[in-house]
């Protein structure tokens, strides 16, 4: 082993701090390459580049910076060498993109090779004085190159590739075989989207010009007629907008495009109740939906009311007649605004009308683009040829109505008509309507029933794939004959002799909570909660458990489920299926004759579900005075205690709220859905509810009281009165109100809001309710007031979720926690510290705009 | 977000070591002329000098013991050693507890008994901090105790080793050692392999992680140790030459 040393120094906070650091040069770093071996190589590296591939490619850092979607998604590139100086350099530039990156590499089907370039002892380069640590990398890069070309020298080619020229120049001078990307792609015979994906090349160079004029422009103000060439004003440099912002004159927010209307925006700053509104094209300036923007306000008598007209995109031509049109309405509007200023003696309608309006606003900024991949199809007039370019230039229309479209160019036309696509924004000028991007990926045909599924599921960002070979490892060798191990058992309480029964939803398959009740001989009662003891299969840490953890929940779709754990965990060997010996994790309460606590035990157990029932099934056996059996009696028993638990419950303030849950009939053999029904709550449901929330109650208090600050629990805050304002405005009209002050005067309140002859509207203004208050979170213990973990829904001081760990992540931590708690397991710091324990809460958010089944409590 | 990678996918650290290599150790005794015994300890950028009087009279009577050898250490940080200067003061907390680490662990290693009524004095000084400084003092003390010719039943190596990003890692440097993970450093009996003091900072830890790091220490300890065998066998070569040639 060779060792060297450099000296690095850095500053840091203005305090000049001397950093030395070690740098280790090695002689045992392998090529990649079965065909080069070198003496003392390191063992266990591996050598993914294969033997056979005709050159092996070195990419620069700027064509993994921009060309990531071309890396990830064709297979155009293999054999590829990343150095680690490149790795680097992304990592300090975009964390994103470096874990997409890391995750091409890792596939070993792409076969690329991380090359340590700067811990080996050839390719190491020393910075040179009054060099920029940029042109130090550069030089490193080629170093690299140079090393890799004459250790394979011959046997294989070595393609280095390069958007900079400098480089690309230099490169070539020091007898590198060099290209750019677009040269590269051209050679390429076997895949034809590859270019179409590449992002467009010259584009740094252009807007270099435009800013370059612009700053002409800013220096000749008189010279207008330059400035009209433009479509858009010009954003602010970074730098403007943040000194904008500390002075007060500017506000940053998130945009959200009216879906309704497409030239208007609201922004959401923080720290002020009320969105601002944003109208025109020149205005929104080039932002999309979910960028966070910088604003500037209007003078403030210049307040706007929401316009309700609906604009759709719509053909050029045309788009500018409506913008005609649009512009005329909004003078007249302001012309209106004025009238009412002048108006000073304005009766109460006005008043009113005055509050609706909102503070109107331009972008003057981007602060940060929020640009996703988008769904869509290709907008079919507006195929026409470039002159002399066997490029296409076409515009795509996203599903998504707040995005506007996109042009893109392509050279497989014929392929992409009638498709629904994906592509992404690269940039958007100011002298272009529309933004520019380039195409991903084809789904599949418009309105085929798989396809769109798929394009609902791309738009809502859940992850979806099916699971890759190393979460598959982590399932038992033997799949579904696994047996429980001898020893696993000897470890845990035996239950298998309890009468414990399961209810669920019909045609159920994960099934991952059951119960018991047995009589004590001092009269009181013992009530079981036995949940699927999913952390015995997903331990932390695992492939298996990070997939889970970025999945975070099951997704229901009509035809579909897409599953948080593979469905061996999930169906069968997690799930508590009717006579088969399950692990599970429960607690056992010894209640008395009025359902209240004696004392909790938690722990866990082996079980033998007795019965598997419907919840159906279940109601009729309940109300079937000839059934005598065990089952039946323990369902009774059940359901005489829980009575108790919901008047508690009831008492103390919680919400009945009502989410309106439908229930899609499928036809058993084709799969299709044929009927839509609300989904109706019988007397069982709310009997395996309220021991639910029990369980869910106790853990947290558990989990509380060993882990005071990292604790993973939920809670729901009390709602915000301005999110009431319009449903208590419309309630006035029927002589109505709500007090939303307590959970407990909700309800009341709420109890009260009847009409005669309408047995609905009570019904509809609890959908209106739970629509109005604020979403549950979940939160680690020690980032709040004690006071704060109120569950405002369920009028709990505390509380979390424990009892659905084959479809929520959340409950998978808290099962973790609880284990250790009992000392059972022991947890990594990851669940230990309040920070990680806030970071794992921000992915458990549920994405947005979805549907999670059960989610309201 | 995490930044840093302390060991990427590629297996190296940082600084370009693998998970269980040592940094570069150089090892010196003997430079010192006014003390009886001297070693400098040079493990990458952790450079550790300590020095040994004794055994000597006691200097403050009220300290001695009647059967036994009294030791008292001082320890001095450089301000110049860490990134910041700072200067601790000598009841600075971090500061008692090292010289406390000290004295237990040498205590039942050195035959105090042979030297009642006296005094061994350990001096310490860091001239560089860079991780791993308590393992550090412990090997140069080691060192200087034998330079002195004090009679110890065995050789004490200490080395360092964390949990961080569910990799263990030896020899932490100081980047690797703030980074938050739980540290554990070990001194150990190199002959005997017993283990004579652990310490852990910023504590819990699996336990199967805590014996997995805790081999990986130990080890690491008794590689240490045959690089401090080397260096005592060669300064006992020299020494031996110098006499030879002055009788000659």
Redesign the interface.
């Known amino acids: 082993m060779h060792y060297s040393k450099t000296i690095l120094k850095k500053t840091k906070r203005g305090n000049v701090l001397r950093v030395v650091k070690e740098h280790y040069l090695r002689d045992d770093i392998g090529f990649g390459s079965e065909l080069i071996t070198q003496t003392g190589e390191y063992k266990p590296e591996h050598k993914p580049l294969l033997k056979e591939a005709e050159e092996y490619l070195i990419l620069d850092t700027d064509i993994i910076m921009h060309q990531m979607d071309a890396i990830e998604n064709s297979n155009a590139l293999q054999n590829v060498v990343i150095l680690q100086t490149v790795l680097d350099s992304i990592r300090l530039s975009s964390i994103n993109t470096y874990r997409r990156i890391r995750k091409v590499i890792s596939d070993p089907n792409r076969h690329f090779f991380v090359f340590s370039n700067e811990h080996h002892r050839l390719s190491y380069v020393h910075s040179i004085t009054g060099e920029s640590p940029f042109a130090r990398n550069q030089r490193a890069i080629r170093k690299a190159a140079s090393l890799y070309t004459n250790v394979f020298n011959q046997k294989i080619k070595i393609v280095f590739i390069t958007n900079d020229l400098e480089n690309l120049k230099k490169a070539q001078d020091e007898g590198i075989f060099s290209e750019t990307i677009y040269q590269y792609a051209s050679r390429l015979k076997n895949y034809p989207e590859f270019v179409d994906m590449l992002v467009e090349p010259q584009k740094s160079e252009k807007n270099m010009n435009i800013e370059k004029d612009n700053k002409d422009n800013k220096e000749n103000k008189d010279n207008k007629e330059n400035q009209e060439n433009f479509l858009y004003p010009q954003h602010l440099t970074k730098k403007e907008i943040f000194e904008g912002i500390s002075k007060g004159k500017y506000y940053q927010g998130t945009i959200h495009i009216n879906p309704n209307n497409f030239y208007e925006a609201f922004v959401n700053c923080e720290g002020y109740e009320e969105s601002f509104i944003i109208q025109g094209r020149k205005n929104i300036n080039r932002a999309v939906d979910r960028d966070i923007v910088a604003i500037e306000l209007f003078p403030k008598d210049q307040k706007v009311s929401l316009s309700s007209k609906i604009i759709e995109h719509t053909n050029e031509e045309d788009e500018d007649i409506m913008i005609e049109k649009y512009q005329e309405k909004e003078k007249e509007e302001t012309e209106e605004n004025l009238n009412l200023n002048l108006n000073k003696n304005q009766n109460q309608n006005n008043n009113k009308n005055r509050k609706s309006q909102l503070q109107s606003a331009k972008i003057v900024g981007i602060i940060k683009r929020n640009w996703r991949q988008y769904c869509g199809s290709i907008q079919l007039d507006q195929v026409f040829l470039k002159q002399g370019g066997r490029f296409e230039n076409l515009l795509f229309i996203p599903v998504e109505k707040r995005i506007p479209k996109i042009r893109i160019k392509t050279r497989q036309v014929d392929a992409l008509l009638n498709k629904r696509i994906v592509v992404v924004i690269d940039s958007w000028e100011r002298n272009s309507r529309y933004p520019n991007g380039h195409y991903i990926k084809t789904l599949g045909d418009i309105g085929d029933k798989e396809v769109e599924s798929e394009v609902i599921l791309i738009e809502h960002e859940v992850p979806h794939e099916s699971f890759c070979e190393d979460v598959l490892k982590c399932l038992p060798l033997e799949q579904e004959n696994w047996q429980i191990p001898q020893e696993e058992i000897a470890k845990r309480k035996d239950l298998r002799n309890l009468c414990i029964i399961s209810i669920d939803p019909p045609g159920c398959k994960d099934i991952d909570d059951c119960l018991h009740v047995r009589n004590l001989d001092n009269g009181n009662y013992e009530v079981g909660v036995h949940i699927a003891d999913v952390s015995y299969f997903v331990k932390e840490g695992t492939p298996i458990d990070i997939e889970a953890a970025n999945r975070s929940t099951t997704v229901y779709l009509v035809d579909r489920r897409i599953n948080m754990l593979p469905p061996l965990f999930g169906e069968n060997l997690c799930s508590l299926h009717q006579n088969i010996d399950r692990l599970t994790f429960s607690v056992i309460w010894e209640l008395n004759e009025k359902a209240e606590i004696i004392q909790t035990w938690f722990g866990k157990t082996v079980i033998c579900s007795k019965a598997a029932l419907s919840y159906g099934e279940a109601q009729l056996r309940k109300d079937d005075p000839k059934m005598k059996d065990e089952i039946t009696e323990s369902i009774r028993t059940l359901n005489k205690l829980s009575k108790y638990l919901e008047e508690r419950r009831k008492e103390a303030g919680a919400l009945t709220l009502a989410s309106p849950e439908v229930h899609f009939s499928m036809d058993s053999e084709t799969q299709e859905p044929l009927d839509v029904e609300v989904y109706q709550h019988k007397e069982v449901n709310h009997l395996v509810e309220e021991f639910m929330l029990l369980a869910n109650i106790s853990v947290a208090e558990r989990i509380f009281e060993y882990f005071p600050q990292s604790a993973l629990l939920r809670r729901h805050p009390s709602p915000i009165k301005s999110q009431f304002d319009n449903l208590l405005k419309s309630l006035e009209n029927f002589n109505l109100s709500l007090d939303i002050s307590s959970p407990k005067n909700l309800s009341k309140s709420l109890d009260k809001a009847i009409i005669k002859n309408n047995p609905y509207f009570n019904k509809l203004l609890r959908i209106l309710t739970t629509r109005s208050m604020t979403q549950a979170v979940y939160f680690a213990s020690g980032t709040l007031d004690y006071k704060d973990f109120f569950h405002f829904g369920l009028a709990a001081p505390i509380y979390t979720h424990f009892t659905s760990p084959i479809r929520r992540y959340a409950d998978v931590c808290v099962h973790r926690l609880l284990a250790s708690s009992l000392d059972i397991e022991a947890v990594s710091d990851k669940l230990t510290r309040k920070e990680s324990v806030h970071e794992i809460c921000k992915v458990l958010v549920p994405k947005y705009g979805i549907e999670i089944k059960n989610q309201k409590c | ?3 840093s ?1 302390y060991v990427n ?4 650290r ?5 998970r269980k ?1 040592l ?2 150790i150089e090892i010196e005794m003997g430079k010192l002329e006014q003390v009886d015994g001297s070693a400098l300890f040079v493990e ?2 952790t450079r550790v000098m300590a020095s040994v009087c004794g055994p000597k009279e006691v200097e403050n009577r009220s300290k001695a013991v009647e059967d036994k050898a009294f030791i008292s250490v001082e320890f001095l940080s450089a301000t110049f050693s860490t ?2 200067r700072t200067k601790m003061s000598k009841k600075d907390r971090r500061v008692l507890e090292i010289c406390s680490i000290i004295r237990k662990t040498f205590e039942p290693v050195l035959q105090l008994e042979l030297f009642p009524e006296s005094e061994i004095s350990i001096f310490i000084q860091v001239l560089q901090a ?1 991780g791993g400084v308590e393992s550090a003092c412990i090997n140069a003390v080691t060192l200087a105790l034998i330079d002195a010719g004090i009679p110890m039943i065995d050789f004490v190596c200490s080395c360092t080793g964390t949990y961080l990003d ?1 990799f263990c890692i030896l020899d932490t ?1 100081f ?1 690797e050692e703030t980074a938050g ?2 540290i554990l450093i070990a001194a150990i009996l190199a002959k005997s392999k017993k283990v004579v003091s652990t310490q852990m900072k910023i504590s ?4 199967e992680n805590f014996t997995e790091l805790l081999e990986l220490v130990v080890d690491g300890c008794s590689r240490i140790y045959d690089l401090m065998e080397d260096a005592t066998r060669k300064r006992t070569k020299e020494q031996l030459n110098s006499q030879t040639a002055l009788i000659k």
């Open positions: 977000m995490e930044i990678e996918p590629e297996g190296l940082i600084d370009g070591r693998r290599e940094r570069k990458g950028f990134r910041k860079d569910s440097n980047i993970g739980s819990r830890l699996k336990m």
